[in-house]
């Protein structure tokens, strides 16, 4: 079958899109307002970009109106900070709730029943519960446009300047220990997955010894 964007002529019962760039990992949001309200919220258009440093992004649609922000673009806009905590399996239910639209001074973390933890470098807390914290400076916004000039989709770039992994995420051999931590990722529809299986795959050939390196995320000259 083919089909165009944006006649979305698919003849299917369900937008097939959502489940086509799957696993989708969860970026689960949390930053401050002006005033120091707390939110937090899950983002599975959400993606590592570099290493060194390391940035990340993910993306949001409009809030109840076409052209409003949701919370967490304009806190972070507004603020500049903000973490992006890992979801895991365990705390799928929290991850789910924390979804909801609510007033932007309604504190997400507490209204779920998570922990918030100080963080070290910005402002926001991270969620005591799960496992990884990435501390995040905003570094830029870009805005892309939809096939309704008002329906825009927000990506949001920080910059990684901190990172808290739990003590007891990684393996013996000093490795996060991803099948026991079981990240969440989304999927179409109201799927859902997370990794349980892992499994290697080592380079070969003349430049092996570089591309474990670099698929190792070792930056070169740096330590
Ligand atoms: C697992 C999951 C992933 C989501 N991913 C996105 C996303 O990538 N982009 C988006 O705009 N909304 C996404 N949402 C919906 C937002 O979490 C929801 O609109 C939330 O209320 C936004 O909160 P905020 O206004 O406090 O930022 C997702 C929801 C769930 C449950």
């Not at 899109?17 to 939110?39: E, F, L």
């Not at 507004?78 to 979801?87: D, I, P, R, S, Y």
């Not at 997955?193 to 995320?217: C, L, N, R």
Request: with cysteine; charged share 20%.
């Amino acid at each position: 079958m083919f089909y165009e964007t944006e006649k979305n002529d698919h003849g299917l019962p369900y937008n097939p899109y959502k489940s086509i760039v799957v696993p989708r990992p969860i970026g689960w949001v949390s930053s401050i307002d002006r005033a120091g309200s707390v939110n937090l919220a899950p983002y599975s258009q959400f993606n590592n970009l570099g290493y060194d440093p390391p940035y990340v992004m993910f993306s949001a649609s409009h809030k109840t109106h076409a052209g409003e922000l949701k919370d967490s673009v304009a806190n972070i806009v507004a603020t500049g900070e903000f973490v992006c905590n890992m979801a895991t399996h365990d705390l799928r239910d929290a991850v789910a709730r924390s979804s909801e639209i609510v007033d932007p001074e309604v504190d997400e973390m507490a209204a779920v029943g998570l922990t918030p933890e100080a963080s070290r470098m910005v402002a926001p807390p991270r969620v005591a519960e799960s496992p990884i914290h990435l501390e995040c400076k905003f570094y830029t916004s870009l805005i892309l446009p939809g096939y309704d000039p008002l329906n825009t989709t927000h990506v949001v770039v920080g910059q990684v300047v901190g990172v808290h992994i739990h003590d007891d995420a990684f393996t013996e051999d000093g490795k996060i220990d991803t099948a026991r931590l079981r990240p969440l990722a989304r999927m179409g529809y109201q799927d859902y997955t997370s990794v349980d299986t892992v499994f290697e795959i080592t380079p070969q050939g003349p430049m092996a010894e570089a591309m474990i390196a670099g698929m190792g995320g070792e930056a070169k000259g740096r330590p």
